[in-house]
């Protein structure tokens, strides 16, 4: 049944606009090719006729060998099945995109983020500025012919490792000493010092307010990028009227670390400790999700126990990673590390159980394409069994017990930066941000992957959108990780953990592919490209953690300033995935 | 004279019997050391994933309040340890050196992980500071990506080792002296860099003019 | 309101307290600084306190915990070292960071390269503890360490190991990582096994197609 809805998907998309949208024939590859003149039209039908209303991913390639820069949307319905996947062509010395941001609100940052990195110019975007890097930057890093400083070969491993290797620094080859480089020509005297900050003040908003009302300044104030409250280093320009805000930017790139670049430069298997790196709260639900994506390419499938395995791994990090959110968003509300100490005490023995199985705490590596790195020891595997069964469920009824009902909880929460469904969708939301504005979207259900269709459980939804049920969705989803811990303990199988043989250098097949996972802060997309060598083409990772900040102006205008830290703790994001 | 050389009974001896109960002798170094290293306050400054473990070594189960550390400061102004606890990027780096600059004298900065001792595993990645002592003088480095909470302990003992040797005028020597701080250009620049900046791009586009005109005689030819 | 959600919160925290005082009281002395006394405290049972007081106890690291990488030398009969490192160099074609450089030995007379590594660097200022050299090595030569009390004052001096400091014994091998020493032994020794057989088979074999063939043949040859 589900080809014939592909089937007459596709007749009504091709006879709808002749011409202009085309099957992606390439070997491989799959979805649409639009032309740019149609893009709008295009995904307003996508929207409106065939239900595709949730916008998960944008993001550019740079196809240098063809001249062309391509930009991909992958598009799902709200109520579940596979992505519709679209693309636009354009050349590469002119990409000029219409912007999709007037059809899906959530594109906002994504396409910002092309922007930067690849110079995709998208017309009609309301606030097209670099995003993580600062204004003056030279050039777009993404670009396949744009070279870091330190720019060594085009691809890992590097030729002078070996067999000549002679250990050197990086920075004794530069002539500053430091990782940096200068345009030619260019003279730091006549340097007009960065403008981004003035940009972004003069795009907030402002309200005008009728004469006879209190009269009352409106000024900007900076919480960040060094600021208790923000979860690392975030940023956010808010213009206040008295304690009102009036609007709010969010500033980020504090910690891009080129992610994304290094991960072109890196060979498939390489990619997998720095996936790590990306939310290094749930390490994890990362590694699983860029497993998918290149396993897909590869076509292989792991053996049972370790897609078990796996489903154990990724809840546990689930559990740690959301009581830790709870945690840390008790201390946004006021109550200061004491119900963070309790929560990590909990998390230290999830940890444990990471490092005694994977070797570290955070940084687990623990995925390897076809299965998992190394089996759960015996004794390791009793311990998972005290948590799951009886230490995880007391303590979180207990944490359930202080935090719920807790006066400052309730007081804080209910009502506090209210986001209602539609826009939930709109802006893409994901995660426990989206369920509990009351869509009970979950990638578990919504597209089982692994072996997620064999459990028994609930998505957990709340329906008010506030603050107070963000921490409550946190509560249950917890819950529910517990129960399919212990449904995957009682039906692990014996038996290999890896299909074929392990190996470091992998031939993956030409093609594109996305592989998402639910992680803990929502869905989690890695689109990688091959050529069919050695290192991936393009690398891209739909951060949830990023995207989930696009609807945060929305969240906190008309609120108090207070709130800001309280609703920004309500979405738990995580620098790493959110500058990558 | 070395601090040690206080507890030989050479000097020992020199306090008169009946006190000798009741007085300990020691030099303004000692105790004054003595006093700053069981107080030092780390400041409440996370850059990346190290942070995590830095707030894991203040829980529960590491504590690091034994060490006298539990203030952790938020503001520069009441914190006399730099924890640099992740990637500095060049976005972030002008923020860095400004915190630093802000905090009170004595100051003490220890590189916590691979990234923030030498730019770590995204040492090569276009906008990441390969080492913060390019800029700042750090004191401790912690190697580990990221280092375990025992082992950013082990750090930070070594760096109350290091404050426990020093001498007050050691100590206030460099007081005062403010980083210029980094300017966001086309690439980071270090203010002090910039007669140098100057010379390499020109050089830079003389050596580009040559090569274009080398490659327009070739055409023509 | 009224503030009985300050004195419930009062009343959890008491409750914490009360419950460190009542485990004191059951388990006596063994609670701290044994071994047992952190065992305890690493279970799922635990109760009160949960702090482990490095560096006077240490948490016990699992046996698959890894930091930085090392070199495994065997030991022969006289104390003489036998590095297990054949320079294929797999460990620096696999390590994400490219953090490791292998200077391959060469026969002096031929010029030949030998399976010998002269060589061997590791900056652990890039090294992201990620475990693939160690993974992959066919040799069992290169393995992570347990040691992360690694801090130092002097990142340039000490954080790019060589040969030299990156060596280390089988028997420490062994004695961090019992089970897995135990298992790549045997299976080496299963190797070692095979490989004898084989032998022997074909030295079997060849035996019997001497006796079968005729003397005549070996003439012609």
């Not at chain 1, 922007?115 to 110019?121: A, E, R």
């Not at chain 1, 991936?536 to 830290?565: C, Q």
């Not at chain 3, 620096?92 to 007379?109: D, E, F, G, L």
């Amino acid at each position: 049944m589900s080809e014939q809805v592909v089937a007459t998907e596709q007749d009504l998309l091709l006879s709808r606009f002749p011409e202009v949208v085309k099957p992606d024939e390439r070997k491989g590859y799959d979805g649409y090719i639009v032309d740019a003149k149609a893009l709008l039209d295009f995904a307003k039908t996508l929207r409106d006729d065939l239900g595709y209303d949730y916008l998960s991913s944008v993001t550019g390639v740079d196809y240098l060998p063809e001249g062309k820069m391509e930009v991909v949307y992958h598009a799902y319905k709200t109520t579940g099945g596979a992505p519709l996947v679209f693309k636009v062509q354009v050349p590469r010395e002119n990409p000029v995109v219409p912007s999709l941001v007037s059809i899906y609100p959530g594109a906002d940052f994504q396409e910002r983020e092309a922007w930067d990195l690849l110079g995709i110019k998208f017309e009609g975007h309301p606030n097209l500025k670099r995003i993580l890097m600062w204004e003056g930057f030279h050039g777009h890093p993404l670009r396949k012919d744009w070279h870091e400083p330190y720019y060594e070969e085009e691809h890992k491993p590097y030729k002078s490792r070996w067999p000549e290797g002679k250990a050197f620094r990086a920075e004794d080859r530069n002539p500053f000493g430091k990782n940096v480089d200068y345009p030619a020509g260019f003279d730091p005297a006549k340097w007009t010092p960065d403008i981004s900050d003035a940009l972004i003040y003069e795009g907030l908003g402002r309200i005008d307010k009728p004469r006879d009302d209190l009269p009352t300044e409106q000024i900007i104030v900076n919480l960040g990028p060094q600021h208790p409250s923000t979860h690392g280093v975030f940023r956010m320009v808010v213009t206040l009227d008295g304690e009102t805000i009036v609007d709010l930017e969010p500033v980020m790139g504090y910690l891009h670390r080129n992610h994304e670049k290094i991960g072109e430069r890196n060979t498939w298997l390489m990619n997998m400790p720095f996936t790590d790196r990306l939310d290094y709260l749930s390490p994890m639900s990362n590694n699983f999700g860029y497993a998918l994506a290149v396993e897909k390419l590869l076509g292989v499938k792991p053996p049972e126990r370790a897609e078990y395995i796996r489903v154990i791994m990724a809840e546990l990090t689930r559990i740690q990673n959301h009581i830790f959110a709870i945690g840390m968003f008790l201390n946004d509300m006021g109550a200061f590390f004491t119900p963070s100490l309790y929560a990590i005490e909990e998390r230290e023995l999830i940890l444990d159980v990471f490092e005694a199985v994977a070797g570290s705490r955070m940084m687990v590596n623990y995925f390897r394409f076809g299965g998992v790195a190394r089996d759960i020891p015996e004794d390791v595997m009793k311990k998972i069994h005290d948590l799951a069964f009886e230490r995880l469920p007391r303590r979180i009824d207990e944490l359930d017990r202080y935090l719920t009902n807790s006066e400052i909880v309730r007081a804080r929460g209910e009502g506090v930066g209210v986001l209602p469904a539609e826009k939930a969708i709109a802006f893409s939301a994901a995660g426990p941000v989206l369920r509990a504005s009351g869509v009970p979207y979950d990638v578990r259900r919504a597209e089982p992957y692994g072996i997620y269709d064999r459990f028994d459980f609930d998505v957990a939804v709340r329906y008010h959108g506030d603050v107070y049920d963000r921490y409550l969705i946190r509560m249950d989803e917890v819950r529910q990780s517990i129960r399919i811990i212990q449904q995957a303990l009682k039906q692990i199988p014996e038996g290999p953990i890896m299909t074929g043989k392990p190996q470091y250098q992998h031939r993956v097949p030409p093609g594109e592919s996305y592989g998402r996972v639910e992680g803990p802060k929502g869905e989690l997309g890695f689109y990688v490209v091959s050529n069919g060598k050695g290192n991936p083409w393009r690398y891209h990772v739909r951060a949830p953690s990023f995207i989930n900040l696009t609807a945060l102006a929305e969240m906190t205008r008309g609120h108090k300033v207070a709130d800001i830290v309280v609703i920004l703790g309500s979405i738990d994001i995580v620098l790493g995935e959110v500058d990558r | 004279m070395s601090t040690d050389d206080l507890n030989s009974p050479e000097y020992k001896d020199k306090i008169p019997e009946e006190l000798q109960g009741t007085v300990a002798i020691t030099t303004l170094d000692r105790i004054y050391n003595w006093g700053r290293r069981n107080s030092l306050w780390p400041m409440m400054f996370g850059l990346a994933c190290c942070a995590i473990e830095m707030i894991c070594t203040a829980a529960a189960r590491f504590d690091f309040a034994r060490f006298g550390m539990e203030v952790m400061r938020s503001s520069p102004r009441q914190a006399d340890v730099m924890i640099v606890a992740g990637t500095v990027t060049k976005k972030m780096l002008p923020q860095v050196v400004r915190l630093y600059n802000q905090m009170a004298d004595p100051k003490y900065v220890v590189a916590m992980g691979a990234c923030a001792s030498g730019g770590g595993p995204f040492k090569e990645g276009y906008n990441v500071v390969s080492g913060i002592d390019k800029y700042l003088p750090v004191d401790v480095y912690i190697p580990g990506c990221p280092p375990t909470p025992q082992a950013l302990i082990y750090g930070l003992m070594k760096l109350q080792q290091k404050v426990d040797k020093q001498s007050i005028k050691e100590v206030y020597s460099n007081a005062g002296k403010e980083i210029p701080i980094p300017v966001l250009g086309p690439d980071i620049m270090d203010p002090r860099d910039y007669e140098k900046i100057r010379e390499y791009t020109l050089k830079k586009a003389e050596a580009e003019a040559q090569a274009a005109t080398a490659a327009e005689s070739a055409q023509s030819a | 309101m009224d503030g009985t959600g300050i004195l419930k919160g009062l009343a959890v925290t008491f409750k914490r307290m009360l419950d460190t005082y009542i485990d004191d009281f059951k388990r006596g002395k063994k609670r701290y600084y044994t071994e047992e006394g952190i065992r305890y405290r690493q279970s799922a049972e635990v109760k009160g306190i949960f702090t482990v007081q490095y560096p006077d106890e240490k948490l016990p690291v699992p046996e698959e915990f890894r930091f930085v990488p090392f070199l495994v030398y065997d030991e022969g009969p006289n104390g003489e070292r036998k590095d297990r490192c054949t320079a294929c160099g797999i460990c620096s074609k696999v390590c994400p960071a490219q953090c490791i450089w292998i200077k391959r030995a060469t026969n002096p007379k031929t010029g030949r390269p030998i399976p010998h590594s002269e060589e061997f660097y590791i900056d652990i200022d890039m090294c992201m503890n990620c475990g693939l050299c160690a993974e992959y090595c066919p040799f069992d030569s290169i393995k992570m360490d347990h040691d992360y009390e690694l801090a130092t004052y002097d990142r340039h001096r000490d954080n790019i190991l060589n040969k030299e400091r990156l060596l280390k014994p089988a028997s420490y091998y062994a004695q961090i990582r019992p089970l897995n020493y135990a298992r790549e032994e045997e299976a080496k020794r299963q190797a070692e096994e095979a490989k004898r057989k084989a032998a022997e088979a074909r030295a079997k074999r060849m035996a019997a197609r001497k006796k079968a063939a005729p003397p005549k043949k070996e003439d012609k040859s």
